[in-house]
């Protein structure tokens, strides 16, 4: 079965009667093998049908032949064996008259018989190519005039319906006349191999009743002479059968190999130098090409299904606000450590040429065009989740205002996870925490920086209630408080969705940047 399917056969052009046959195998000499060994046993094969009839005739006519061999040897050493110790050696005229007669008869009697089973294979070899549908070709008998004329007939009709079938089908209303013409010959054929047969039955007993008259003659010759012609006509009239089926012997196999195929071997399978699968280079291209299209593809396809905001256009058409600026990400150095990490994120202070600090000087720029006729004394920078830059945002922003000359006050407003005070390497306590609860003055929470004119002040202590300390009147005094002391103020606030606290201290911000 794994042979079968990796076979393929297919024509070479329509209508050219050339067969290409393939067969794939890791072996490359099996391959070669499958193939020529197909071809020649296909060949045979096609050989064998047309053949049939001679083949089985050399197989009768050879056992015949060895039968006779044996027996003729014998009669002639019983012949020689009776002269020798009867020493009648002569059989009288009328004796040798009736022995040719006999042998005569004998010769006949065996050429019918042969010619019957030869008849026999015949109608054998047509009735089956009629039952499988096949073309038949007589190969024996061809002396008989009839069957001769029907297998000419035969042949000319089968070669016109090849011509037909390289334009036309099967089913073609001219190829189905031509094959009930040929159909009519097969059947005429039949009848013909048929009423032969039973013309050989007649003629066969009428040969043994002519013999069996011999044998009355031979009878009334005295007892020596008798026996003389008895054996005299055993060794010649076996010697005379074994010479006649000689003659058809060869004629048979004359007959079988004379039988030509119609089919020929052009171009026999050679051993395959190089594997014709896989093509490793065409592999490799095709897997690029459709590597880098799936690869593209799939990118688009992510496109599609992302619906975060990924550029300034996205965040305007949401939002409807205005966008102030884009601030690159702040990357880390390798082998940097996570205070250096920190002290890097101040990256207005600590690369004043960066991108990074440009861009933080477009937000300050922006910011003072944004609202030309209201006070923007009070800034809120918040986001929407926690972790995305805001208090970064908020300290670089302070040291750009302070860098102008304005005198700037950072406040830590995030109570619940405060982190401004890393930036600034100060001690988080006290801070903005203690003030509201009254444990601390405000003097006390204001720490000075490296950056000239820019103050902050710590967040302190978590308290269990942020929210209720931020919205409280001790913030709003605050806030009204540090209006009088600093130019500009920026609150570090909560993130917007984790908790309300942003919400609150919006009411004391002139501007919020989200």
């Known amino acids: 079965q794994g042979v079968r399917e990796a076979i393929r056969a297919s024509e070479v052009g329509k209508g050219t009667n050339i067969i290409r046959l393939t067969y794939q195998h890791n072996d490359p000499s099996l391959a070669r093998e499958v193939v020529n060994t197909l071809a020649q046993v296909y060949l045979e094969r096609s050989v064998s049908l047309k053949t049939e009839e001679a083949s089985r005739s050399v197989e009768f006519i050879s056992?015949?032949?060895?039968?006779?061999?044996?027996?003729l040897d014998s009669a002639e050493q019983n012949l020689q064996t009776f002269k020798s110790d009867t020493?009648?050696?002569?059989?009288?005229?009328?004796?040798?008259?009736?022995?040719?007669?006999?042998?005569?008869?004998?010769?006949?009697?065996?050429?019918?018989?042969?010619?019957?089973?030869?008849?026999?294979?015949?109608?054998?070899a047509l009735e089956r190519a009629l039952a499988k549908g096949e073309s038949y070709a007589p190969s024996m008998l061809l002396d008989d005039p009839v069957v001769a004329s029907l297998a000419e007939k035969l042949s000319e009709l089968e070669v016109e319906k090849r011509g037909m079938l390289v334009e036309l089908t099967e089913a073609h209303p001219k190829v189905k006349t031509l094959q009930g013409r040929i159909a009519g010959l097969h059947r005429k054929l039949l009848t013909t191999y048929q009423s032969l047969v039973e013309g050989l039955a007649k003629t066969?007993?009428?040969?043994?009743?002519?013999?069996?008259?011999?044998?009355?003659?031979?009878?009334?010759?005295?007892?020596a002479e008798r026996e003389l012609a008895r054996l005299t006509r055993q060794a010649t009239v076996t010697a005379d059968i074994y010479t006649f089926l000689l003659q058809k012997h060869e004629e048979a196999r004359i007959?079988?190999?004379?039988?030509?195929?119609?089919?020929?071997?052009?171009?026999?399978?050679?051993?395959?130098?190089?594997?014709?699968?896989?093509?490793?280079?065409?592999?490799?291209?095709?897997?690029?090409?459709?590597?880098?299209?799936?690869?593209?593809?799939?990118?688009?396809?992510?496109?599609?299904?992302?619906?975060?905001?990924?550029?300034?256009?996205?965040?305007?058409?949401?939002?409807?606000?205005?966008?102030?600026?884009?601030?690159?990400?702040?990357?880390?150095?390798?082998?940097?450590?996570?205070?250096?990490?920190?002290?890097?994120?101040?990256?207005?202070?600590?690369?004043?040429?960066?991108?990074?600090?440009?861009?933080?000087?477009?937000?300050?720029?922006?910011?003072?065009?944004?609202?030309?006729?209201?006070?923007?004394?009070?800034?809120?920078?918040?986001?929407?989740?926690?972790?995305?830059?805001?208090?970064?945002?908020a300290a670089n922003l302070a040291v750009i205002m302070a860098q102008t000359g304005a005198k700037v006050l950072l406040v830590g407003c995030d109570l619940r996870k405060p982190t401004l005070h890393t930036l600034f390497m100060r001690d988080?306590?006290?801070?903005?925490?203690?003030?509201?609860?009254?444990?601390?003055?405000?003097?006390?929470?204001?720490?000075?920086?490296?950056?000239?004119?820019?103050?902050?002040?710590?967040?302190?202590?978590?308290?269990?209630?942020?929210?209720?300390?931020?919205?409280?009147?001790?913030?709003?005094?605050?806030?009204?408080?540090?209006?009088?002391?600093?130019?500009?103020?920026?609150?570090?606030?909560?993130?917007?969705?984790a908790v309300t606290d942003a919400t609150l201290l919006t009411a004391l911000a002139d501007l919020t940047v989200v």
């Open 255 to 393: 007959a079988k190999a004379a039988t030509i195929s119609n089919i020929s071997v052009i171009d026999p399978a050679i051993q395959p130098e190089r594997p014709v699968r896989p093509r490793k280079k065409v592999n490799l291209l095709l897997g690029l090409l459709v590597g880098g299209m799936f690869g593209i593809g799939l990118a688009f396809f992510q496109e599609y299904l992302d619906n975060t905001i990924n550029d300034v256009d996205s965040a305007k058409n949401i939002t409807g606000l205005p966008v102030l600026a884009v601030i690159p990400h702040i990357p880390r150095k390798n082998g940097e450590a996570d205070a250096e990490e920190v002290k890097r994120s101040l990256i207005a202070r600590q690369e004043p040429k960066s991108a990074a600090a440009e861009a933080f000087r477009s937000l300050r720029t922006a910011l003072h065009f944004s609202s030309v006729r209201q006070e923007k004394k009070v800034l809120l920078v918040t986001s929407a989740f926690p972790g995305e830059g805001k208090t970064t945002v």
């Open 428 to 497: 988080r306590t006290p801070g903005l925490t203690e003030y509201l609860v009254g444990d601390a003055e405000i003097e006390a929470t204001i720490h000075a920086t490296e950056v000239e004119g820019l103050d902050f002040v710590s967040a302190g202590t978590t308290p269990p209630n942020p929210a209720e300390l931020l919205g409280s009147e001790r913030m709003a005094a605050l806030v009204a408080d540090l209006r009088e002391r600093y130019d500009t103020i920026l609150l570090d606030a909560p993130p917007l969705l």
């Open 204 to 223: 066969s007993s009428s040969l043994k009743e002519e013999l069996l008259g011999y044998e009355t003659q031979l009878k009334k010759l005295p007892q």
């Open 87 to 124: 020493g009648v050696v002569k059989l009288d005229s009328e004796a040798e008259k009736l022995i040719t007669h006999m042998t005569e008869g004998e010769k006949q009697w065996a050429a019918v018989q042969l010619r019957r089973q030869q008849a026999g294979f015949a109608i054998g």
């Open 63 to 71: 056992e015949q032949l060895d039968t006779f061999r044996a027996t």
